[in-house]
């Protein structure tokens, strides 16, 4: 069983549209995140939920929104796309937020592509 | 500001070699530091964990080490297989309730 799987893997769409990507853990942790990788591959953090909560979330444009239903989903929804948003956007989880032994678990991965 | 910067960028080396990369952050105090792999086009593998209270982990034929005090980690790979070819990350999670911070990767090429 995958620990913590995303959908889509892919996803080509044009600019303005808006789109979804979705990710699930079945660790039982309570603190999911979302990062993004660029076209240089540096990997940085876009949002951070602790049990359904919002406790990170850095300088993202507002078109992205982060949905939690509950501790084992957290779906990223993106407005209006733009060619900048292309990337690969990672999904994570960790036992939780205070916790030392933070160690994260990532998922395979969304390859966003904007034409 | 909290960075961690990895050098070199890229390293190739023959197979069986024994090989260390480097990653240094700015401050010392850190809850823990997590070493990864990832393959092309692929996720994140974590490899190791070295809490702030730990000096070094091991796993197999990898060895991580953590000096705060001097804001450096290194993973030691020994006896390299071209199936270690990939890029390695270094993360440290310098405060509760943030994020990882990552540094840019280390590309290792392994030759046969």
């Known amino acids: 069983d995958t620990a913590v799987s995303q959908t889509p893997k892919y996803l080509v769409t044009q600019m303005g549209n808006d789109k979804s990507i979705k990710c699930e853990q079945n660790?039982?942790?309570?603190?999911m995140y979302w990062y993004k990788q660029d076209s240089k591959k540096f990997l940085k953090i876009m949002f951070s939920y602790n049990n359904k909560e919002l406790i990170i979330n850095e300088t993202v444009p507002n078109r992205f929104s982060p949905k939690s239903p509950d501790k084992a989903h957290l779906n990223l929804h993106i407005n209006s796309l733009e060619l900048g948003d292309s990337a690969v956007y990672f999904c994570?989880?960790?036992?939780?937020?205070?916790?030392?032994?933070?160690?994260?678990?990532f998922g395979p991965g969304t390859r966003l592509t904007v034409l | 500001k909290q960075e961690v910067t990895q050098i070199p960028a890229a390293l190739s080396v023959p197979e069986g070699e024994n090989l260390v990369l480097n990653c240094s952050f700015t401050d010392s105090a850190i809850y823990n530091l997590q070493w990864f792999r990832q393959d092309p086009g692929k996720g994140l593998t974590s490899l190791l964990l070295?809490?702030?209270?730990?000096r070094e982990q091991t796993s197999g034929r990898l060895n991580a080490s953590l000096d705060k005090s001097s804001g450096r980690s290194t993973l030691y790979i020994a006896a390299s297989q071209p199936g270690d070819s990939a890029t390695y990350l270094c993360a440290v999670y310098f405060q509760a309730g943030t994020a990882l911070i990552f540094g840019k990767g280390t590309t290792l090429s392994v030759s046969s």
């Open positions: 660790l039982g942790h309570d603190t």
């Open positions: 994570a989880s960790s036992q939780g937020r205070a916790h030392g032994n933070n160690e994260q678990f």
């Open positions: 070295i809490q702030s209270s730990q």
